[in-house]
């Protein structure tokens, strides 16, 4: 006799082989939100995330009819071999959902496994979820049939070789061909165009809702300065809309959003891992694009949270069970750590005593030289024997007992929970990548200003710059020149130097913010261009009648703020890069001796001549470098 008591579950598993590399499946699978919307699955909705738990309220329909309710566990994955799902259910044909996949590499093709572990609300419903289950798993084989084909098709580059999905919106190619002869008629790039204008017509929903100008740019292969100018001129003619987005710092993916810098909220609270954080321009504003609905009318729909896709810069995401182990490899190179999702604890993970000397400048206790553990100032976090490839570290209920590890090449990390509940554990990297058009260089960016010279933060709304470059010119002689020629002479020779230092400022990617009598303030988003731009003034500048440019640069952070129907500098890094320009001498460039370091290869070919002096309303005396003069 059959048993009826046995729980009504079943498990599943596919397999297939492609001729495609790892890394390739990856980037199409671990896109959850394009996968469950390509295989047919219905848009599912968020609820609030229940504080002190790693798990958020989800809804959705099962075949559009059935409602689901549903509480989501983070995804568990490593990048490029693995990643699965949890789902525990309080309505709908399912009790219990794991499902995953694995990647494995043999003679240059891959092995997909995918699998499912499923329990059904009852017996009788186990038919019926083993045919959806399996026609899920032939359709996302399916799927990545169609990414191959995509490859070789004309359209290859203009939807980045994704499969081309069946559309909920349509383009309207009329109005959309009109548009793009009006953008090559501005003088755009006809290829450029043509990209853009095959996107529209042919990309799926999700790409036309979430344009991405920087990876749009990089999928392409085209220059990222020229794909933003597009963009931006396809925005002013109403081809586009444009909105700009806050990122989370911790999992990094955007959410909240407004079509005006003036719009932005100072603040924000990301639910999902649970941290509150500041508006920051150059780091956590970024800039994307949609279609006009005039042109294609895309409703944005959301088929899964938290896939692995959503953070490419985590490495590995593991839940780790109250009172268990999880083990860890770790890269070969720098810049990663360890975080607890949502309690947000970190713990930097170093590869030798010297980063960590330098990092925390000899905090560490004094410990044997066989071991690899370092702490900042507390008791010994974990051990490791001479010779070990395991590492173990242990969280307790206030977190990890230090701010780093040195990590020995070749060790794992064997982490285990002094807690009394599960939590997820992330191996990420710290530093940010540069695939995000933010803030801070967009508003720099010439076509910006001059296409939208009206978005600008609110009359009075601050926004903060983590990292910002600041650059002083001053006309030395100039009063006395007045005097000697007059005021509409001297003025017309002033008014070319401004002319002069704004186009040089903006072909090195910076912007003047204003003029102070006849000396100018202009930033940049980063040292380099700066700099750049301070050795093409002095190099070009005429110095007619003897009249020689000073310039002074400083870099740090700063507070961005609406004033005068434009975006003003503030803050001690603008002060002091002032107080730099005026300690040097006509035709000279003078800026700090740690900005000198960050720059030394644009430098390296000039005189340098270091210098201590005090400048206005600072303490501590100043080490600056002179260059040239």
Same mark, same amino acid.
């Given at each position: 006799?059959?048993?009826?008591?046995?729980?009504?579950?079943?498990?599943?598993?596919?397999?297939?082989?492609?001729?495609?590399?790892?890394?390739?499946?990856?980037?199409?699978?671990?896109?959850?939100?394009?996968?469950?919307?390509?295989?047919?699955?219905?848009?599912?909705?968020?609820?609030?995330?229940?504080?002190?738990?790693?798990?958020?309220?989800?809804?959705?329909?099962?075949?559009?009819?059935?409602?689901?309710?549903?509480?989501?566990?983070?995804?568990?994955?490593?990048?490029?071999?693995?990643?699965?799902?949890?789902?525990?259910?309080?309505?709908?044909?399912?009790?219990?959902?794991?499902?995953?996949?694995?990647?494995?590499?043999?003679?240059?093709?891959?092995?997909?496994?995918?699998?499912?572990?499923?329990?059904?609300?009852?017996?009788?419903?186990?038919?019926?979820?083993?045919?959806?289950?399996?026609?899920?798993?032939?359709?996302?084989?399916?799927?990545?049939?169609?990414?191959?084909?995509?490859?070789?098709?004309?359209?290859?580059?203009?939807?980045?070789?994704?499969?081309?999905?069946?559309?909920?919106?349509?383009?309207?190619?009329?109005?959309?061909?009109?548009?793009?002869?009006?953008?090559?008629?501005?003088?755009?790039?006809?290829?450029?165009?043509?990209?853009?204008?095959?996107?529209?017509?042919?990309?799926?929903?999700?790409?036309?809702?979430?344009?991405?100008?920087?990876?749009?740019?990089?999928?392409?292969?085209?220059?990222?300065?020229?794909?933003?100018?597009?963009?931006?001129?396809?925005?002013?003619?109403?081809?586009?809309?444009?909105?700009?987005?806050?990122?989370?710092?911790?999992?990094?993916?955007?959410?909240?959003?407004?079509?005006?810098?003036?719009?932005?909220?100072?603040?924000?609270?990301?639910?999902?891992?649970?941290?509150?954080?500041?508006?920051?321009?150059?780091?956590?504003?970024?800039?994307?694009?949609?279609?006009?609905?005039?042109?294609?009318?895309?409703?944005?729909?959301?088929?899964?949270?938290?896939?692995?896709?959503?953070?490419?810069?985590?490495?590995?995401?593991?839940?780790?069970?109250?009172?268990?182990?999880?083990?860890?490899?770790?890269?070969?190179?720098?810049?990663?750590?360890?975080?607890?999702?949502?309690?947000?604890?970190?713990?930097?993970? %170093?590869?030798?005593? =010297?980063?960590? /000397? @330098?990092?925390?400048?000899?905090?560490?206790? !004094?410990?044997? #030289? *066989?071991?690899?553990?370092?702490?900042?100032?507390?008791?010994?976090?974990?051990?490791?024997?001479?010779?070990?490839?395991?590492?173990?570290?242990?969280?307790?209920?206030?977190?990890?007992?230090?701010?780093?590890?040195?990590?020995?090449?070749?060790?794992?990390?064997?982490?285990?929970?002094?807690?009394?509940?599960?939590?997820?554990?992330? %191996?990420?990297?710290? =530093?940010?990548? /540069? @695939?995000?058009?933010?803030?801070?260089?967009? !508003?720099?960016? #010439? *076509?910006?200003?001059?296409?939208?010279?009206?978005?600008?933060?609110?009359?009075?709304?601050?926004?903060?710059?983590?990292?910002?470059?600041?650059?002083?010119?001053?006309?030395?002689?100039?009063?006395?020149?007045?005097?000697?020629?007059?005021?509409?002479?001297?003025?017309?020779?002033?008014?070319?130097?401004?002319?002069?230092?704004?186009?040089?400022?903006?072909?090195?990617?910076?912007?003047?913010?204003?003029?102070?009598?006849?000396?100018?303030?202009?930033?940049?988003?980063?040292?380099?261009?700066?700099?750049?731009?301070?050795?093409?003034?002095?190099?070009?500048?005429?110095?007619?009648?003897?009249?020689?440019?000073?310039?002074?640069?400083?870099?740090?952070?700063?507070?961005?703020?609406?004033?005068?129907?434009?975006?003003?500098?503030?803050?001690?890094?603008?002060?002091?890069?002032?107080?730099?320009?005026?300690?040097?001498?006509?035709?000279?460039?003078?800026?700090?001796?740690?900005?000198?370091?960050?720059?030394?290869?644009?430098?390296?070919?000039?005189?340098?001549?270091?210098?201590?002096?005090?400048?206005?309303?600072?303490?501590?005396?100043?080490?600056?470098?002179?260059?040239?003069?």
């Amino acid at each position: 006799m059959p048993n009826n008591n046995r729980k009504p579950e079943m498990r599943l598993q596919m397999e297939r082989t492609f001729d495609l590399a790892p890394e390739r499946i990856w980037e199409l699978l671990s896109n959850n939100n394009r996968l469950n919307r390509a295989i047919g699955l219905d848009p599912v909705y968020k609820g609030v995330a229940a504080a002190g738990s790693i798990s958020r309220s989800m809804t959705s329909t099962a075949a559009k009819v059935w409602p689901m309710q549903w509480e989501e566990y983070p995804f568990e994955w490593e990048q490029g071999r693995w990643y699965e799902v949890f789902r525990d259910y309080s309505r709908g044909p399912m009790r219990m959902f794991r499902s995953g996949i694995e990647l494995t590499e043999e003679d240059g093709r891959t092995k997909l496994r995918l699998y499912s572990n499923v329990r059904a609300a009852s017996r009788a419903l186990l038919p019926l979820i083993r045919r959806i289950a399996v026609s899920s798993m032939k359709k996302t084989f399916a799927y990545v049939d169609q990414a191959i084909d995509a490859a070789s098709s004309e359209l290859a580059l203009a939807i980045r070789h994704l499969p081309v999905m069946a559309k909920n919106s349509a383009a309207d190619k009329a109005k959309l061909s009109i548009l793009a002869n009006r953008l090559v008629e501005q003088g755009c790039d006809i290829e450029l165009v043509r990209l853009l204008q095959a996107t529209l017509e042919e990309g799926g929903d999700e790409e036309i809702a979430e344009m991405q100008p920087f990876r749009l740019a990089d999928s392409w292969g085209m220059e990222r300065g020229e794909v933003l100018k597009l963009l931006l001129r396809a925005t002013q003619i109403g081809m586009l809309n444009l909105e700009w987005r806050l990122i989370c710092p911790n999992c990094r993916v955007a959410d909240t959003g407004a079509s005006v810098l003036a719009e932005l909220p100072g603040s924000y609270h990301c639910d999902w891992c649970g941290v509150d954080y500041d508006a920051v321009f150059d780091r956590y504003v970024e800039l994307c694009f949609s279609a006009h609905r005039e042109i294609r009318d895309v409703k944005r729909s959301i088929y899964c949270v938290g896939s692995p896709a959503f953070s490419p810069h985590i490495r590995t995401q593991r839940l780790l069970r109250a009172g268990e182990s999880v083990t860890l490899d770790v890269p070969h190179d720098e810049g990663w750590r360890l975080r607890v999702l949502r309690g947000n604890e970190k713990l930097r993970l %170093l590869r030798n005593r =010297a980063a960590f /000397d @330098s990092t925390y400048n000899g905090r560490a206790e !004094t410990i044997s #030289p *066989e071991s690899s553990i370092l702490c900042g100032d507390a008791s010994l976090l974990s051990s490791v024997h001479p010779g070990s490839s395991m590492l173990t570290i242990e969280l307790d209920a206030q977190g990890w007992k230090s701010e780093a590890v040195v990590v020995l090449p070749g060790q794992e990390l064997h982490i285990h929970s002094r807690r009394d509940k599960d939590v997820m554990i992330v %191996l990420e990297r710290e =530093a940010w990548g /540069d @695939s995000v058009a933010t803030a801070a260089h967009v !508003t720099l960016f #010439p *076509e910006f200003r001059t296409l939208f010279a009206s978005d600008v933060l609110a009359p009075g709304q601050q926004v903060g710059i983590q990292s910002l470059t600041v650059l002083f010119t001053d006309l030395c002689g100039s009063t006395a020149y007045y005097e000697q020629v007059g005021d509409a002479e001297a003025y017309g020779y002033v008014r070319e130097m401004f002319d002069f230092l704004d186009r040089t400022v903006q072909a090195h990617r910076g912007a003047v913010v204003k003029t102070i009598g006849d000396a100018v303030m202009a930033v940049f988003d980063r040292p380099e261009e700066g700099v750049l731009a301070a050795l093409h003034i002095q190099e070009h500048w005429p110095a007619a009648n003897g009249l020689r440019l000073r310039v002074g640069l400083h870099h740090g952070p700063a507070v961005t703020v609406g004033m005068n129907g434009r975006n003003d500098y503030f803050g001690r890094t603008v002060n002091l890069a002032s107080r730099i320009q005026a300690s040097g001498n006509p035709g000279e460039i003078v800026l700090a001796s740690d900005m000198a370091n960050l720059v030394g290869d644009q430098i390296a070919h000039k005189r340098q001549t270091p210098f201590t002096t005090a400048l206005k309303g600072v303490e501590e005396l100043a080490h600056l470098v002179r260059i040239g003069g």
